[in-house]
Nanobody, 115 residues
């Protein structure tokens, strides 16, 4: 099993920055990638960014150039640096991974961007 815990959400004004962190524990050796997704009220969950074990990263179109995903291998964390935040970035942000065919999710962290 894999346990994921997000942290770092909060309230920020438009144009500001936040840094989210996803701490992974448990059977982390079987993880191939960790994803950040978000879900705003009334909207579908969308991919924000993904970090593969190889170091390859990918981003959702709406955050490219503003968000950066990174990892700290020693601490088993994957971070999401969010800059130039917009009100439309307001959502609950989740980290997720798959281990041996099972999807795991954190409980999420709220990000609210005021205009």
């Amino acid at each position: 099993q894999v346990h994921l815990v997000e942290s770092g959400g909060g309230l920020v004004q438009a144009g500001g920055s936040l840094r989210l962190s996803c701490a992974a524990s448990g059977s982390t050796s079987s993880i191939n990638a960790i994803r950040w997704l978000r879900q705003a009220p009334g909207k579908q969950r969308e991919l924000v960014a993904v970090m593969f074990n190889s170091g390859f990263t990918n981003y959702g179109n709406s955050v490219k150039g503003r968000f950066t995903i990174s990892r700290n291998i020693a601490e088993n964390t994957v971070n999401l640096q969010m800059n130039s935040l917009k009100p439309e970035d307001t959502a609950v942000y989740y980290c997720s991974t798959n281990s041996r065919g099972v999807n795991y999710w954190g409980r999420g962290t709220q990000v609210t961007v005021s205009s």
